[in-house]
């Protein structure tokens, strides 16, 4: 009897384990939970974590590799001690999560006909965040990264030269982003667009835009010319700045700008660099008192320190030197989420027709690109200044210079970009730093973190090794200087 019990018993339980496990995906799936994220609700988050995420790393860091600012403290960066970022210097982490979000934008627009719309932007927004990955890092993971599931969680290191130029790369899906929207025929319109509000035709200027940055920032490389051309013919791009890919931060939390948000000791770490103070001087130039404030002693003067102290041995008194703009913290509803602008659109023009790279006035060109960075900032634009101090008479160098540098004064929002510019062009004259930690060499890429050799050390290894050890003075592939 005590057997037949222990039998029943046991197939009793057989019968329960068997109805647990079958509908156990069942039983344990909230009915109210979606299975899967809108893509209207990532296309907004990566679009605003980006634009933030980076806004701040500019800032903190990219600015001082630019030299619009420097740091009193807190500044291995600033010293070049790259591998030790601290208030920022480490934008890595932000790329790669929003480049992983975005890919999963674009692979539900391709799963599904209700999100075809998201195809076009998401590919525009890959190889524009690609394009940032790169041109800090250099050869990076590409073609087999955001892949971990169905190919590799360590991913291969790509030439940034495929990356620009392959099939799926940089270039390449611009061009497929067009395709999509000009094919696109579907009713259902573009939601979570925080750019550009759903306007369709605003990517297209976008894309086209975007084309023109890339192909000028590898035009060392590769004949450029007929693209540019044709792109400018058409006229399809940012020309104004009621066009700008931005978003507003506003004055107060959760969406005013991080420098608003942080403890005021954080925020007065950083002043304006010697080298902004020296050129907006020279220039005699007004957007100083936007950029910057008084200093502390004199409410008429303004002051520049020289990047890379050595602040264990160098007393100064901040009182001396002036900090960032109220802009950039009180008053930060004024301030955007900078993707690209028509004054950075018509500078890279002007650059392309002085060039000859186009058919077209690059005087022109120039001078509307310095109105359009006045108007942006909202700075009067004094009568004779471009006739007289920003006159864009004399020699191709000069001329050259003059655009390099007024697109660098009106880029401190996007603090990278200055830098990487100036790998680029060489201008504007940046200065050696005051105790560097770098052999007096201007580093010329970010380093990869260190977290790449422990999560992908066999690839990480390999690219460490061409670029001489993860060196940062070792130029990335389009770098002509």
Same mark, same amino acid.
């Given at each position: 009897?005590? &057997?037949?019990?222990?039998?029943?018993?046991?197939?009793?339980?057989?019968?329960?384990?068997?109805?647990?496990?079958?509908?156990? #995906?069942?039983?344990?799936?909230?009915?109210?939970?979606?299975?899967?994220?809108?893509?209207?609700?990532?296309?907004?988050?990566?679009?605003?974590?980006?634009?933030?995420?980076?806004? $701040? =790393?500019?800032?903190?860091?990219?600015?001082?590799?630019?030299? *619009?600012?420097?740091? /009193?403290?807190?500044?291995?960066?600033? !010293? *070049?001690?790259?591998?030790?970022?601290?208030?920022?210097?480490?934008?890595?982490?932000?790329? $790669?999560?929003?480049?992983?979000?975005?890919?999963?934008?674009?692979?539900? @627009?391709?799963?599904?006909?209700?999100?075809?719309?998201?195809?076009?932007?998401?590919?525009? +927004?890959?190889? $524009?965040?690609? @394009?940032?990955?790169?041109?800090?890092?250099?050869?990076?993971?590409?073609?087999?990264?955001?892949?971990?599931?169905?190919?590799?969680?360590?991913?291969?290191?790509?030439?940034?030269?495929?990356?620009?130029?392959?099939?799926?790369?940089?270039? *390449?899906?611009?061009?497929?982003?067009?395709?999509?929207?000009?094919?696109?025929?579907?009713?259902?319109? +573009?939601?979570?667009?925080?750019?550009?509000?759903?306007? &369709?035709?605003?990517?297209?200027?976008?894309?086209?835009?975007?084309? %023109?940055?890339? &192909?000028?920032?590898?035009?060392?490389?590769?004949?450029?010319?007929?693209?540019?051309?044709?792109?400018?013919?058409?006229?399809?791009? %940012?020309?104004?700045?009621? =066009?700008?890919?931005?978003?507003?931060?506003?004055?107060?939390?959760?969406?005013?700008?991080?420098?608003?948000?942080?403890?005021?000791?954080?925020?007065?770490?950083?002043?304006?660099?010697?080298?902004?103070?020296?050129?907006?001087?020279? /220039?005699?130039?007004?957007?100083?008192?936007?950029?910057?404030?008084?200093?502390?002693?004199?409410? =008429?003067?303004?002051?520049?320190?020289?990047?890379?102290?050595?602040?264990?041995?160098?007393?100064?008194?901040?009182?001396?030197?002036?900090?960032?703009? !109220?802009?950039?913290? =009180?008053?930060?509803?004024? /301030?955007?989420?900078?993707?690209?602008?028509?004054?950075?659109?018509?500078?890279?023009?002007? #650059?392309?027709?002085?060039?000859?790279?186009?058919?077209?006035?690059?005087?022109?060109?120039?001078? !509307?690109?310095?109105?359009?960075?006045?108007?942006?900032?909202?700075?009067?634009?004094?009568?004779?200044?471009?006739?007289?101090?920003?006159?864009?008479?004399?020699?191709?160098?000069?001329?050259?210079?003059?655009?390099?540098?007024?697109?660098?004064?009106?880029?401190?929002?996007?603090?990278?970009?200055?830098?990487?510019?100036?790998?680029?062009?060489?201008?504007?004259?940046?200065?050696?730093?005051?105790?560097?930690?770098?052999?007096?060499?201007?580093?010329?890429?970010?380093?990869?973190?260190? #977290?790449?050799?422990?999560?992908?050390?066999?690839? $990480?290894?390999?690219?460490?090794?061409?670029?001489?050890?993860?060196?940062?003075?070792?130029?990335?592939?389009?770098?002509?200087?």
């Amino acid at each position: 009897m005590r &057997l037949k019990i222990i039998i029943i018993t046991g197939i009793l339980f057989s019968m329960g384990l068997f109805s647990c496990t079958s509908d156990f #995906e069942e039983i344990n799936t909230n009915p109210n939970a979606p299975l899967q994220v809108q893509p209207s609700l990532l296309l907004r988050q990566v679009i605003y974590d980006y634009g933030e995420e980076m806004s $701040y =790393e500019g800032f903190a860091a990219g600015n001082l590799l630019g030299q *619009h600012l420097t740091a /009193l403290d807190f500044n291995l960066f600033d !010293r *070049h001690a790259l591998k030790s970022p601290q208030l920022g210097g480490n934008p890595w982490p932000v790329l $790669y999560t929003n480049l992983r979000d975005n890919e999963i934008i674009l692979s539900l @627009s391709r799963e599904a006909e209700a999100f075809k719309i998201y195809e076009g932007p998401a590919l525009i +927004l890959k190889a $524009y965040m690609t @394009s940032t990955l790169t041109d800090l890092y250099g050869d990076v993971p590409y073609f087999e990264a955001f892949k971990g599931k169905e190919v590799t969680t360590t991913p291969a290191y790509d030439a940034q030269e495929d990356i620009y130029l392959a099939e799926g790369g940089i270039l *390449h899906n611009f061009d497929k982003g067009i395709s999509a929207i000009e094919n696109y025929q579907g009713a259902i319109g +573009l939601e979570g667009d925080i750019l550009f509000n759903g306007n &369709l035709e605003k990517w297209l200027k976008f894309a086209n835009s975007l084309k %023109i940055k890339s &192909l000028m920032r590898i035009s060392a490389k590769m004949d450029v010319s007929t693209e540019l051309q044709q792109i400018y013919t058409e006229g399809n791009f %940012i020309q104004q700045n009621s =066009e700008n890919a931005a978003f507003d931060f506003t004055d107060g939390e959760p969406n005013n700008f991080r420098m608003a948000r942080l403890r005021a000791g954080d925020f007065n770490n950083f002043v304006m660099s010697e080298t902004i103070d020296e050129i907006l001087e020279t /220039l005699n130039d007004p957007r100083g008192m936007i950029l910057f404030r008084p200093t502390g002693n004199n409410p =008429e003067e303004y002051n520049g320190l020289i990047n890379g102290i050595d602040a264990s041995q160098t007393s100064i008194s901040p009182a001396d030197f002036s900090y960032a703009g !109220r802009i950039f913290r =009180e008053d930060s509803g004024m /301030l955007d989420a900078n993707f690209l602008t028509a004054w950075e659109i018509s500078f890279l023009l002007a #650059e392309a027709a002085e060039k000859g790279f186009i058919a077209a006035d690059a005087k022109m060109l120039y001078e !509307r690109g310095v109105t359009q960075a006045f108007e942006y900032w909202n700075s009067t634009l004094p009568e004779n200044y471009l006739q007289s101090q920003a006159a864009y008479d004399g020699n191709g160098n000069d001329k050259l210079k003059r655009i390099i540098t007024q697109k660098w004064i009106a880029g401190m929002t996007n603090g990278y970009e200055g830098w990487i510019e100036w790998r680029r062009t060489g201008f504007p004259n940046l200065k050696n730093i005051s105790a560097s930690l770098n052999n007096n060499i201007i580093p010329v890429r970010l380093p990869y973190p260190t #977290e790449e050799a422990a999560l992908n050390s066999q690839n $990480y290894q390999e690219s460490a090794a061409a670029t001489d050890g993860n060196s940062i003075d070792s130029p990335v592939w389009w770098d002509e200087n």
